[in-house]
């Protein structure tokens, strides 16, 4: 297994924010972590990542408690993308070069360029390079940022609402490049979103959490109209066009 999480708990002033977190992401297996806002997602999030440090349980990827880690050898294993990036001065190459950092011992070699390079070709970005981030369009930005965790070489890649804020041409866009990035590179990834659709279109397991814990934790083929109107609170149907799934909410409330 890249990444299996056992009884994960987190607490926030004495209040439990995350507990009984249990789940496990395979090697090419793309997680989405659903459910309402303020359940605990992002937490999640950096709880694997240790931006939170969780009160109990254990994180391991490919078999190492990252508890135990140092966080220059986390860094090496772990890519994380955030919800949002702060554009700065930089220029694509050096904003995606600085994601070599933990590999980079004395100075940048030559194979650190490689991989920047590397990266910027398969996201597109390779006309980009000399500009400045804080010119670039959000689907740019957004590309720009999964790069930086590319070269990084991780095993477990985390992306927080990777669609957040980009028109419906770039989350598509964003969705087929971590799919196939996953599909290619044989790594797992655990992302979470808001976007029922699009989490069930392009993930392999849904986990959705309510209440700080796993309310579901299946197959995508296997979520079933019962599980999100639990979660949600919201009437819904599932239909398949195209043979992909589709919720479409009801007018009713489920109480």
């Not at 240790?50 to 009160?55: A, K, L, S």
């Not at 109990?56 to 890519?79: F, H, K, Q, Y």
């Amino acid at each position: 297994m890249i990444l299996d999480t056992q009884q994960l708990r987190f607490a926030y002033n004495g209040t439990d924010i995350l507990k009984n977190i249990d789940f496990q992401v395979a090697p090419g297996e793309l997680l989405a972590i659903l459910g309402p806002n303020g359940v605990g997602k992002t937490t999640l999030l950096k709880c694997i990542n240790t931006i939170h440090r969780p009160h109990d349980g254990a994180i391991l990827v490919e078999g190492t408690d990252v508890l135990r880690m140092r966080p220059n050898d986390i860094a090496t294993r772990v890519g994380y993308v955030a919800q949002r990036s702060e554009p700065a001065r930089l220029t694509v190459f050096d904003a995606v070069l600085m994601g070599r950092k933990p590999h980079i011992r004395w100075r940048t070699a030559a194979r650190d360029l490689q991989i920047v390079d590397a990266a910027l070709r398969h996201l597109h970005l390779e006309g980009k390079t000399l500009r400045r981030i804080d010119q670039l369009s959000g689907g740019e930005l957004q590309k720009v940022c999964i790069a930086r965790a590319l070269v990084q070489e991780p095993r477990l890649l985390l992306l927080d609402e990777p669609t957040s804020a980009l028109d419906l041409k770039n989350q598509i866009e964003i969705m087929r490049l971590i799919r196939r990035v996953v599909d290619e590179h044989g790594i797992g990834a655990v992302m979470t979103m808001h976007d029922l659709n699009k989490a069930m279109r392009y993930a392999d397991t849904i986990l959705m959490l309510k209440d700080g814990e796993i309310h579901s934790y299946v197959p995508t083929s296997r979520v079933t109209a019962a599980m999100i109107e639990t979660v949600y609170g919201l009437a819904v149907e599932i239909h398949h066009i195209n043979g992909y799934p589709l919720v479409i909410p009801r007018d009713e409330a489920v109480h």
